[in-house]
């Protein structure tokens, strides 16, 4: 089992809320169907490589989420619908959320890195067959 710490340095996820969805970056609220966070993920690999923000919006605020759970869901995720599994790296980041002096909450952001795969990375359709994705712009889409 994996145990996450948290980054104590938030500059590098501050820097990626700054910027926008696309080629090589998605934000999830959450992990909320395992195939499609397996079919950005695979994307991501077979394209350039990306980050996903786990617990950040479409607007880019942080909503926060229970990392340990969602670490879980990305891993089952790739072990289900995945293969080969692609080079995943993980980062916790504890955001706190002030309201003048007092610490109102502690808000959970978790990054993960894909590396770009050096061979193609399939996914398990829910039809049972296996499809490559890639990333154009800010989308997963099926390759041509």
Request: glycine share 8%.
């Amino acid at each position: 089992m994996t145990v996450l710490l948290p980054e104590p340095d938030h500059g590098p996820l501050l820097q990626l809320l700054q910027g926008r969805e696309g080629l090589n970056l998605d934000f999830k609220q959450r992990v909320t169907d395992l195939f499609k966070i397996a079919r950005s993920i695979a994307g991501f690999a077979n394209t350039q490589g990306g980050t996903l923000l786990i617990g950040v919006n479409d607007q880019r605020r942080i909503a926060g989420i229970d990392a340990e759970e969602e670490h879980y869901m990305v891993l089952k995720a790739v072990d289900t619908f995945l293969s080969p599994a692609p080079a995943l790296e993980f980062t916790l980041y504890v955001v706190p959320e002030w309201a003048g002096e007092v610490l109102v909450a502690e808000r959970q952001v978790l990054l993960v890195h894909i590396a770009k795969a050096p061979s193609p990375i399939l996914t398990l359709s829910k039809q049972g067959e296996a499809v490559l994705y890639i990333r154009e712009g800010d989308r997963t889409i099926l390759a041509p």
